[in-house]
């Protein structure tokens, strides 16, 4: 990849950056993570408690972005049709016409997500791993750009069901936004006292430039030590004592793309170690599934995917 290339797409990344964090205050990492993730194909989900912000991110990014953006509220009686669309019979023409859903967008806000049925939560599945829908027998491709941000409550909270383990796996990464610093949250105050300011945010990049980026950070190059590196990473999550379901092959392609995100991000035309050290947890931890007497122990999948990286040797 040219180092002008390279230039180019680092300075995307900071236009996009510098614009959300003119409304989300203190979440410098999350932004760089949620950037890489739509730099690379990936899908979010942001797992937070209520009121920290986790819909204002996502809507940020959308506003950030001359693409066209949709927004599904998820409650407990939303349906699969409310998602993908629903064929009408058309009385003066004889024949079904199929209204398309807001599945059909650029980027879409799944908010509340594991407030659906896991029925509804299921019609996303295809979608966010192919990029398609098959309604009525037939498949219907969705745009270019398909970026789905999903937030939901923790799965302890009234009224949730957890995702199921296919639906995780469709997530490039799982992140959480935790409370801000003292003065950044009376920065909010002051910042919010007349006016939110996400209602005066204005698109920095266009959709095509967002395109472009995606193929630049595909072109990132990688070293075959750190490809297999990647790879025992992720094996040893389905041979590690204490876990049950280990991490997929998707994990893997998650954890290179993302890495390479992150080194445009960073102006390098390669990725390093570094770059998949920093994403490891995020990119993992919400595939897996612990027994449970590693979840009455206290230990937690974030936990073992740290123990894991600090077990295996750096190529160097």
């Given at each position: 990849m040219?180092?002008?290339?390279?230039?180019?797409?680092?300075?995307?990344f900071?236009?996009?950056?510098?614009?959300?964090?003119?409304?989300?205050?203190?979440?410098?990492?999350?932004?760089?993570?949620?950037?890489?993730?739509?730099?690379?194909?990936?899908?979010?989900?942001?797992?937070?408690?209520?009121?920290?912000?986790?819909?204002?991110?996502?809507?940020?990014?959308?506003?950030?972005?001359?693409?066209?953006?949709?927004?599904?509220?998820?409650?407990?009686?939303?349906?699969?049709s409310?998602?993908?669309?629903?064929?009408?019979?058309?009385?003066?023409?004889?024949?079904?016409?199929?209204?398309?859903?807001?599945?059909?967008?650029?980027?879409?806000?799944?908010?509340?997500?594991?407030?659906?049925?896991?029925?509804?939560?299921?019609?996303?599945?295809?979608?966010?791993?192919?990029?398609?829908?098959?309604?009525?027998?037939?498949?219907?491709?969705?745009?270019?750009?398909?970026?789905?941000?999903a937030?939901?409550?923790?799965?302890?909270?009234?009224?949730?069901y957890?995702?199921?383990?296919?639906?995780?796996?469709?997530?490039?990464?799982?992140?959480?936004?935790?409370?801000?610093?003292?003065?950044?949250?009376?920065?909010?105050?002051?910042?919010?006292q007349?006016?939110?300011?996400?209602?005066?945010?204005?698109?920095?990049?266009?959709l095509?430039?967002?395109?472009?980026?995606?193929?630049?950070v595909?072109?990132?190059?990688?070293?075959?030590?750190?490809?297999?590196?990647?790879?025992?990473?992720?094996?040893?999550?389905?041979?590690?004592?204490?876990?049950?379901?280990?991490?997929?092959?998707?994990?893997?392609?998650?954890?290179?793309?993302?890495?390479?995100?992150?080194?445009?991000?960073?102006?390098?035309?390669?990725?390093?170690?570094?770059?998949?050290?920093?994403?490891?947890?995020?990119?993992?931890?919400?595939?897996?599934?612990?027994?449970p007497?590693?979840?009455?122990?206290?230990?937690?999948?974030?936990?073992?995917?740290?123990?894991?990286?600090?077990?295996?040797?750096?190529?160097?």
């Amino acid at each position: 990849m040219e180092a002008l290339s390279c230039q180019w797409g680092h300075e995307i990344f900071k236009r996009l950056a510098a614009n959300i964090e003119t409304v989300i205050k203190g979440r410098k990492e999350c932004i760089r993570y949620i950037l890489a993730g739509l730099a690379s194909n990936g899908h979010i989900l942001l797992e937070d408690n209520p009121g920290t912000g986790k819909t204002t991110l996502a809507k940020a990014l959308a506003k950030s972005i001359d693409a066209d953006f949709k927004r599904i509220q998820f409650t407990p009686d939303l349906l699969p049709s409310d998602i993908l669309g629903v064929s009408i019979f058309d009385p003066s023409q004889k024949i079904f016409k199929f209204h398309k859903g807001p599945v059909f967008t650029n980027i879409l806000l799944a908010d509340e997500i594991n407030r659906a049925s896991p029925r509804t939560q299921s019609a996303l599945l295809e979608s966010m791993a192919e990029g398609q829908v098959s309604i009525d027998g037939n498949i219907l491709k969705l745009e270019e750009l398909f970026f789905v941000i999903a937030t939901q409550n923790p799965i302890e909270s009234s009224g949730t069901y957890p995702l199921p383990e296919a639906q995780m796996d469709r997530f490039a990464m799982q992140l959480k936004l935790g409370y801000v610093e003292r003065e950044q949250e009376v920065a909010i105050l002051s910042e919010q006292q007349e006016n939110h300011p996400i209602h005066t945010l204005t698109p920095c990049v266009t959709l095509k430039e967002i395109l472009r980026l995606r193929r630049m950070v595909s072109q990132v190059f990688i070293a075959e030590e750190l490809k297999r590196y990647m790879v025992d990473l992720v094996n040893m999550t389905r041979e590690k004592t204490g876990i049950s379901l280990g991490a997929s092959p998707r994990a893997t392609i998650a954890l290179m793309k993302t890495a390479q995100a992150l080194a445009v991000f960073d102006n390098q035309s390669f990725i390093t170690a570094d770059h998949i050290q920093e994403i490891a947890v995020v990119v993992i931890a919400h595939r897996l599934i612990l027994d449970p007497q590693s979840i009455f122990s206290g230990v937690t999948a974030g936990f073992v995917v740290e123990d894991i990286l600090k077990s295996i040797p750096v190529p160097v």
